[in-house]
């Protein structure tokens, strides 16, 4: 059968039966199409365990693939495969003997904690053109470092979703498809309550909670993007969205948050993943270290 049909009803039982998010969808037919592209195949019976072995090995010859890597293309390949001898298009995964290499553990990136005050200052302080922006990007950030979402997560948020009154965010279908809510400090609270009273005094009525400036419709990615290139420069700090979050985490565990509420604040859905926290974060092993009976 022809390799691009099946690709096409792999994509399409993806997302309407198994519902999984179009970031996992695009990922998994990123690396499909790309073993179609160097193994030239034009069927899917075209598939062997030789050339998906030269893909591999192609990969982290030619061009460069760690191991973390290899093991996302390997995941990815496995499941379209399955699937594909689940609907009898072949009758062996091909994948299956791979030798896949040990997974790289790095210790999570993220900010100190006086990094973290530095970056939150210069976006308050940054020199804008109205104050909007200062109160809606300063409330974005606290997000980040106060709460922990995700870019995704925070992009869809809605107004309804964050009850300042009440210290608590719901977070609709995060990672995995799952609900959380997640608790509000009176610090965001109060950067949440600058915001949401600017943007009523604009008269800002659509259901997600950040928006643009000048339009009535939600915050876009592409923004977002720009305001963290903008406040990179200003500041002088590197970051990314995601070391935000990671450096929620690690703040969160120094202040002596259990690694169980962190892990449900964090939409983990294995705790084992939130644990990688507790390396990061040396004031916490070193709090914990005081605890030996013989420092006494």
Same mark, same amino acid.
């Given at each position: 059968?022809?390799?691009? +049909? /099946? ?17 996992? +969808?695009?990922? #998994?037919?990123?690396?499909i !199409? @790309?073993?179609?592209? #160097?193994?030239?195949?034009r069927?899917? &019976? ?14 982290? %010859? ?12 390997? %995941?990815?390949l ?5 699937? =594909? ?10 994948? @299956?003997?791979? &030798? ?9 990136? !993220? ?10 200052e ?5 020199? #804008? ?20 979402? $995700? ?12 009850? +300042? &009154? ?8 995060g ?18 309550? $600058? #915001? ?9 009525? =659509?259901?997600e ?6 339009r ?11 305001? /963290? +290139? ?5 500041s ?6 995601? !070391? ?9 565990? &120094?202040?002596? =948050? ?30 914990q270290?005081? !605890? ?5």
């Open positions: 059968m022809d390799i691009n +049909i /099946v690709v096409q009803k792999f994509v399409d039982h993806s997302r309407y039966i198994r519902g999984l998010s179009p970031k996992t +969808i695009h990922g #998994y037919h990123g690396v !199409k @790309l073993y179609i592209k #160097y193994t030239q195949i069927t899917i &019976e075209e598939s062997s365990e030789n050339n998906v072995r030269e893909f591999f090995v192609n990969g982290r %010859t030619e061009r460069n693939w760690k191991s973390n890597s290899f093991h996302r293309y390997h %995941t990815a496995s499941v379209f495969f399955k699937w =594909c001898i689940k609907c009898s298009y072949i009758k062996e995964n091909p994948a @299956l003997a791979l &030798e896949v290499p040990k997974v790289e553990k790095r210790l999570p990136y !993220k900010l100190t904690k006086q990094e973290a005050m530095k970056l939150l210069v976006v308050y302080n940054y020199p #804008y053109d109205y104050k909007y922006l200062r109160y809606r990007n300063h409330a974005i950030f606290s997000l980040f470092m106060f709460a922990g979402l $995700r870019k995704s997560e925070l992009l869809k948020l809605k107004f309804a979703d964050v009850d +300042i &009154e009440n210290l608590s965010i719901f977070v609709n279908q990672k995995g498809s799952k609900d959380r809510i997640v608790p509000m400090s009176f610090t965001l609270a109060q950067s949440l309550k $600058r #915001y949401s009273d600017e943007r009523k005094r604009l008269n800002k009525t =659509c259901l909670f950040f928006t643009s400036l000048n009535n419709l939600g915050y876009t990615d592409s923004g977002l993007k720009r305001l /963290v +290139i903008q406040m990179r420069i200003a002088g700090i590197k970051f990314s969205i995601h !070391k935000l979050r990671h450096t929620f985490a690690t703040l969160m565990l &120094e202040g002596g =948050c259990d690694i169980y509420s962190l892990s449900r604040m964090m939409g983990h859905s294995d705790i084992k993943t939130t644990t990688i926290y507790l390396s990061a974060s040396a004031e916490h092993l070193r709090s270290m005081t !605890k030996h009976p013989l420092n006494d």
